[in-house]
Structure formats: structure tokens, C-alpha cells
């Protein structure tokens, strides 16, 4: 699989794990999906906001690319998060239509990427201040482990409260090859 073909498997993969997890979310209360269940973002819509709101800062830096992806055109307009703990939306119904929103903007970008867009080296600061020049197929690489790490803490939460999304695993997306 190429690099560009393995970049629109996450976005596939991500956007069909938010969906389940978003399903299973709106099982809860509001109270509950906001329960301080000792995790490091405290709650489920704690975790949840945090990776949307990561999903933001990162989406915003990419869109600085030079090859100037037209299906971040979106983002471009959106607020800058001010930190990555920041409660972007207080229910999982105003979240889950973000997070929705960014889901579609990230498979239609993942779709727009070539393999020279990956070799590029993106320069960003961090929401501290630090400036960095990295690769930017390592970087979307890490966009993609970011919200994989997270999701798992969201559906242990989701399991402690009685609630199963069923199965999470990438390999169920990956296409099967015929044997030859």
C-alpha cells in the first residue's frame, strides 16, 4: 500500500470509529458522558473535545501546506483552539456535528494528498510557542495515531459504563488481497 493510499485508510478508519463511538456516546446522559471517571481528560466528552480539538490544531497547521489542499479551505475559517483540555462544545450533540464536519473534511483531503505533498517539511509552532520544522507524512502519521490513542481511552470509559461499541480494530477495514 502506498503512503497515500495507507493516509486515506486512516481518514476512512477514523471517520468509521467516531462514528461508533458517537453512536454508543449518546447511549449516556449528559451527566454521565460528563463524569469525572479519574481519566486524563477526566470525562468522555472531555477526551472527546480533546480530540477534537487536537483534530483542529493539526487539520489548521496542515492547511499551511504549500500545496494548499482546497479541502481544508474549512478549517481555515474555523477558531483556534485555545488549548488541547479546551471544552469546544458542552453536549455530544454539538460535538458529534464538529466532529462530523471534520471527519468529511479529513477524507476529502486525505483523497486530495499525493506522495510528493508528503515529503514536504512543515514548519508550525505549538500552541506553547515552540517552533518545529518536521516531516509532514511523520506528522500525519501521528494525526492519525493521536486519535487512535485517544479513541481506546474513550471506549475503556465507554466499557466502564456499561456501554460496547463492538469492534474497534483497523484490520476490519483493511482490504483483503486474493491469493494469486
Not at 477526551?47 to 497547521?61: E, I, M, P, S, Y
Not at 492519525?144 to 474497534?168: C, E, K, M
Amino acid at each position: 500500500m502506498s503512503r497515500t493510499g495507507h493516509i486515506c485508510l486512516m481518514a476512512t478508519y477514523n471517520k468509521w470509529m467516531n462514528e461508533k463511538i458517537y453512536g454508543a456516546a449518546r447511549c449516556l446522559s449528559d451527566d454521565e458522558l460528563s463524569a469525572d471517571r479519574k481519566a486524563f481528560f477526566r470525562s468522555i466528552l472531555g477526551t472527546l473535545n480533546h480530540v477534537a480539538a487536537g483534530d483542529t490544531v493539526w487539520l489548521k497547521r496542515f492547511a499551511k501546506h504549500p500545496a494548499n489542499h482546497s479541502a481544508l479551505e474549512p478549517v481555515r475559517r474555523l477558531s483556534d483552539p485555545k488549548n488541547l483540555d479546551q471544552a469546544l462544545f458542552s453536549t455530544i450533540r454539538e460535538l458529534s456535528v464538529y466532529q462530523e464536519r471534520l471527519d468529511q473534511i479529513i477524507v476529502e483531503w486525505a483523497n486530495s494528498i499525493t506522495e510528493s505533498d508528503l515529503d514536504h517539511t512543515l514548519h508550525y509552532a505549538s500552541l506553547k510557542g515552540v517552533v518545529s520544522d518536521k516531516d509532514f507524512y511523520g506528522l500525519v502519521m501521528h494525526f492519525f495515531n493521536h486519535q487512535t490513542h485517544h479513541r481506546g481511552q474513550v471506549t475503556t470509559l465507554l466499557s466502564q459504563a456499561g456501554v460496547d461499541i463492538g469492534d474497534t480494530d483497523l484490520v476490519v477495514l483493511i482490504p483483503s488481497r486474493s491469493s494469486v
